[in-house]
């Protein structure tokens, strides 16, 4: 079964940061544009950043200048590093693999006030 794990979630007090990460077990991400949703409960699941093959990052507007996409094709990983964290932050957060259609389970981030 093809699986995103990812990893990095946690609690972070607000003004903090935390690194999530995303490693697909089973296949090669290279090539693929890949993105980071989260979700919090009684609402939809919102997209925070997607980056190309070719490293070209966006961002919503809500995460732009606190949040950094970036990924590492020879380690086989895509990152979101976040800074600045709000308590509004919190979340689960997902990675998603936009050209397989897979979504990794989920990892929880609590930003504390």
């Known amino acids: 079964q093809v699986q995103l794990v990812e990893s990095g979630g946690g609690v972070a007090q607000a003004g903090g940061s935390l690194k999530l990460s995303c490693t697909p077990s089973r296949y090669n991400l290279k090539n693929n544009r890949m993105e980071w949703y989260r979700q919090t409960s009684g609402k939809q699941r919102e997209i925070v950043a997607e980056?190309?093959?070719?490293?070209?990052?966006t961002y919503t507007d809500s995460v732009q200048g606190r949040f950094t996409i970036s990924r590492d094709n020879d380690k086989n990983v895509v990152y979101l590093q976040m800074n600045m964290l709000k308590p509004d932050d919190t979340a689960v957060y997902y990675c998603?693999?936009?050209?397989?259609?897979?979504w990794g389970q989920g990892t929880q981030v609590t930003v504390s006030s």
């Open positions: 998603h693999d936009r050209t397989y259609g897979y």
């Open positions: 980056i190309t093959f070719d490293h070209k990052a």
